[in-house]
């Protein structure tokens, strides 16, 4: 048997999916394996939306090696307990959407039942009070959770806002250190294998030619190799209407949160993401329900300082390639599809892209069912992640503008409308063998927005009401001490992850 050879892994871009991409094969694979050569040119800007990101990312850095503190002063990175949603169920309501759980789930059954009979008699607590996570986000503390399982603050975890950028760049040092190629120059034309029906070569303006066994595009929405092959784009718009955001930097203000926050607005949604050195700031509109130009002022109107720059319009269109994984290419990031960034969800499918690949990577002769496998789980993550967006702006009472009342009619996937049911009738979510978003999640918006259970789960009538309304009343207050004893998210950040700029900012306050 003749010894194996390495795969020539060609990767078309750069940004934060090519370096995530380059980082995660060379971090996690041998050089015997796979070598990797990235094509990148300087001249070609980056769409950088994604600062905010998900707990899964630290599961990938630490998989790779990443120093998380590292990372975190060289990306003026902060902590990220949840999201809060700011008027989208209706105007005046606030819910947020935790990294953790909702209380104790005990004989099976989930908190919201207990919760649900406290109320019937009586007992209308928040949800989110019962959430560590929540309460924490809502002190704007933060501390590293306990890796004792009995503790109560070992119940939530937590993620990112990042210069999305750095963190590229930070990648790029990683990667090229564990022997990544970085070619610089634009590529002018791409050739198929006549036989195969795969990507065979790309041309370098310089006339150079290089070839690979494997070829992953990177390249945004440009989608420049994946283009050229048999995966068509399936559209998503007529549930995810938004396609269009205005992106503006501003300077530090208002409160340090732990946390995203999403604004719903009169044609879409406003993003705040604060970093050690400036707030992350867009509107992200239905271009169909406002003219641009309106969006731009709403966004610098609701800014918590001055503005850095002038806001700059990206479009694009929701959904996903039907193949990501064609022939010998695969689409990583924007090039295999797009679903806004309203869960932060950008990153984690870059990311399981990545982990996808390495579980399924294929020799230099790919066999067929590698790719299908990939397509098929890749296909889950999408659709389980869409239908978690969709609920969003389906489940609102507003009445304030024409897209509100658009989502609040239209028909949705018969997998979202089977979940809402469910949840609305017993207050059952099921908990999904693939895809992100488990049920703590689905319960935080469905509640946040107004969907409530006509009944809970006959079980949680097991345990005497007035032993479960004390249960729960020593969980809200273990909670609450815990908490007030932890640090400012301004004190965390200081104390292991101070970046310079964020040094000077505070030297200069």
């Given at each position: 048997?003749?010894?194996?050879?390495?795969?020539?892994?060609?990767?078309?871009?750069?940004?934060?999916?090519?370096?995530?991409?380059?980082?995660?094969?060379?971090?996690?694979?041998?050089?015997?394996?796979?070598?990797?050569?990235?094509?990148?040119?300087?001249?070609?800007?980056?769409?950088?939306?994604?600062?905010?990101?998900?707990?899964?990312?630290?599961?990938?850095?630490?998989?790779?090696?990443?120093?998380?503190?590292?990372?975190?002063?060289?990306?003026?990175?902060?902590?990220?307990?949840?999201?809060?949603?700011?008027?989208?169920?209706?105007?005046?309501?606030?819910?947020?959407?935790?990294?953790?759980?909702?209380?104790?789930?005990?004989?099976?059954?989930?908190?919201?039942?207990?919760?649900?009979?406290?109320?019937?008699?009586?007992?209308?607590?928040?949800?989110?009070?019962?959430?560590?996570?929540?309460?924490?986000?809502?002190?704007?503390?933060?501390?590293?959770?306990?890796?004792?399982?009995?503790?109560?603050?070992?119940?939530?975890?937590?993620?990112?806002?990042?210069?999305?950028?750095?963190?590229?760049?930070?990648?790029?040092?990683?990667?090229?250190?564990?022997?990544?190629?970085?070619?610089?120059?634009?590529?002018?034309?791409?050739?198929?294998?006549?036989?195969?029906?795969?990507?065979?070569?790309?041309?370098?303006?310089?006339?150079?030619?290089?070839?690979?066994?494997?070829?992953?595009?990177?390249?945004?929405?440009?989608?420049?190799?994946?283009?050229?092959?048999d995966a068509p784009f399936e559209d998503w718009t007529k549930w995810l209407p938004c396609d269009r955001a205005f992106a503006v930097p501003c300077e530090l203000g208002g409160d340090f949160t732990p946390y995203t926050r999403s604004t719903a607005r009169e044609a879409g949604w406003q993003w705040r993401i604060p970093l050690q050195h400036r707030i992350g700031n867009g509107y992200v509109f239905a271009s169909a329900f406002i003219d641009p130009d309106r969006a731009a002022e709403t966004l610098l109107a609701n800014l918590d300082g001055a503005a850095q720059t002038e806001p700059r319009m990206l479009r694009f269109a929701a959904g996903r390639r039907m193949n990501s994984w064609s022939h010998n290419c695969?689409?990583?990031?924007?090039?295999?599809?797009?679903?806004?960034?309203?869960?932060?969800?950008?990153?984690?499918?870059?990311?399981?892209?990545?982990?996808?690949?390495?579980?399924?990577?294929?020799?230099?002769?790919?066999?067929?069912?590698?790719?299908?496998?990939?397509?098929?789980?890749?296909?889950?993550?999408?659709?389980?992640?869409?239908?978690?967006?969709?609920?969003?702006?389906?489940?609102?009472?507003?009445?304030?503008?024409?897209?509100?009342?658009?989502?609040?009619?239209?028909?949705?996937?018969?997998?979202?409308?089977?979940?809402?049911?469910?949840?609305?009738?017993?207050?059952?979510?099921?908990?999904?063998?693939?895809?992100?978003?488990?049920?703590?999640?689905?319960?935080?918006?469905?509640?946040?927005?107004?969907?409530?259970?006509?009944?809970?789960?006959?079980?949680?009538?097991?345990?005497?009401?007035?032993?479960?309304?004390?249960?729960?009343?020593?969980?809200?207050?273990?909670?609450?001490?815990?908490?007030?004893?932890?640090?400012?998210?301004?004190?965390?950040?200081?104390?292991?992850?101070?970046?310079?700029?964020?040094?000077?900012?505070?030297?200069?306050?």
């Amino acid at each position: 048997m003749s010894e194996r050879q390495p795969v020539e892994v060609v990767i078309v871009g750069g940004g934060t999916a090519g370096w995530m991409a380059a980082a995660g094969l060379a971090g996690i694979l041998k050089p015997e394996i796979c070598r990797v050569r990235l094509i990148e040119s300087d001249e070609i800007g980056i769409v950088g939306v994604g600062e905010a990101t998900l707990p899964q990312m630290r599961d990938f850095n630490s998989a790779i090696g990443v120093v998380e503190s590292e990372m975190m002063r060289r990306t003026n990175a902060t902590f990220k307990l949840g999201i809060e949603f700011v008027d989208w169920g209706w105007q005046g309501s606030r819910y947020i959407h935790p990294f953790g759980v909702h209380g104790e789930t005990i004989g099976g059954v989930g908190f919201q039942h207990r919760w649900l009979r406290a109320a019937q008699h009586g007992r209308e607590w928040d949800v989110g009070e019962f959430s560590y996570a929540i309460a924490a986000a809502r002190a704007n503390a933060f501390d590293f959770p306990s890796s004792d399982p009995g503790a109560i603050d070992s119940t939530y975890n937590y993620a990112y806002h990042l210069d999305a950028s750095l963190y590229a760049r930070f990648l790029r040092d990683f990667a090229e250190t564990r022997g990544v190629v970085r070619t610089e120059g634009k590529i002018v034309s791409v050739q198929r294998d006549g036989e195969r029906g795969g990507i065979a070569s790309v041309t370098m303006e310089s006339g150079k030619v290089i070839t690979g066994d494997l070829f992953l595009d990177c390249s945004g929405f440009r989608g420049l190799l994946i283009n050229q092959l048999d995966a068509p784009f399936e559209d998503w718009t007529k549930w995810l209407p938004c396609d269009r955001a205005f992106a503006v930097p501003c300077e530090l203000g208002g409160d340090f949160t732990p946390y995203t926050r999403s604004t719903a607005r009169e044609a879409g949604w406003q993003w705040r993401i604060p970093l050690q050195h400036r707030i992350g700031n867009g509107y992200v509109f239905a271009s169909a329900f406002i003219d641009p130009d309106r969006a731009a002022e709403t966004l610098l109107a609701n800014l918590d300082g001055a503005a850095q720059t002038e806001p700059r319009m990206l479009r694009f269109a929701a959904g996903r390639r039907m193949n990501s994984w064609s022939h010998n290419c695969i689409a990583v990031g924007l090039a295999s599809g797009f679903l806004e960034p309203l869960e932060s969800t950008s990153i984690y499918l870059i990311q399981i892209a990545i982990q996808n690949l390495i579980k399924l990577f294929p020799q230099a002769e790919i066999d067929p069912a590698l790719p299908a496998e990939y397509n098929r789980l890749m296909d889950l993550e999408y659709s389980v992640i869409r239908d978690f967006l969709i609920l969003h702006y389906r489940a609102n009472t507003r009445d304030d503008g024409e897209l509100w009342r658009h989502c609040r009619d239209m028909e949705v996937p018969d997998s979202l409308t089977e979940k809402i049911a469910l949840f609305r009738h017993s207050g059952h979510i099921e908990q999904t063998k693939i895809g992100l978003f488990s049920p703590p999640s689905w319960l935080s918006v469905l509640l946040g927005q107004g969907v409530r259970p006509e009944r809970y789960h006959p079980m949680a009538d097991a345990m005497p009401l007035d032993v479960q309304l004390a249960g729960m009343e020593k969980l809200h207050t273990r909670i609450a001490a815990r908490v007030a004893k932890m640090p400012s998210h301004a004190e965390a950040v200081a104390d292991f992850c101070p970046s310079e700029a964020g040094r000077a900012l505070r030297g200069a306050a």
